[in-house]
C-alpha cells in the first residue's frame, strides 16, 4: 500500500519561509519521480517543482530562485522549501509520486498554506 503523507502547512506571512515534507510509504520511492503541485479553488493543479531519480530538478518559472525541491531516499521523504512566500501564493499543496518505469501516479491529501499578514 503507497500512501503520501503532507506537513509543514500552516500560515505564514508574505516574505516568509515553509517547509514542506511528504513521506511516502511502500517501496516505490527510489523508483520514483517526486514533485509538489499547488491548487488553489476555481483553477487547476499546477506543477510546482520535480525531482526526478537521479539528480535532475525542475522548477515553475513563477518559485525559481525561492522554493527548492529535495530528497532523501533513505527517509523516503521529499521537501519543499518555500521562501518569500507571495500573497498569491496561498494554495494546496500536493505530493506526487510517479513511478519512472510503470508510469503508476500516487497523490497525497494535500496541506494548506496561507500566505497573509
Known amino acids: 500500500q503507497v500512501q503520501l503523507v503532507e506537513s509543514g502547512g500552516g500560515l505564514v506571512q508574505p516574505g516568509g519561509s515553509l517547509r514542506l515534507s511528504c513521506v511516502v510509504s511502500?517501496?516505490?520511492?527510489?523508483?520514483?519521480?517526486m514533485g509538489w503541485y499547488r491548487q488553489v479553488p476555481g483553477k487547476e493543479r499546477e506543477l510546482v517543482a520535480k525531482?526526478?531519480?537521479?539528480?535532475?530538478?525542475s522548477y515553475a518559472e513563477a518559485v525559481k530562485g525561492r522554493f527548492t525541491i529535495s530528497r532523501d531516499n533513505a527517509k523516503k521523504t521529499v521537501y519543499l522549501q518555500m521562501n518569500s512566500l507571495k500573497p498569491e501564493e496561498p494554495a494546496v499543496y500536493y505530493c506526487?509520486?510517479?513511478?519512472?518505469?510503470?508510469?503508476?501516479?500516487?497523490w497525497g491529501q494535500g496541506t494548506q498554506v496561507t500566505v497573509s499578514s
Open positions: 511502500g517501496n516505490i520511492f527510489s523508483r520514483s519521480i
Open positions: 525531482a526526478d531519480t537521479g539528480v535532475s530538478l
Open positions: 506526487n509520486a510517479q513511478h519512472a518505469c510503470l508510469g503508476t501516479t500516487y
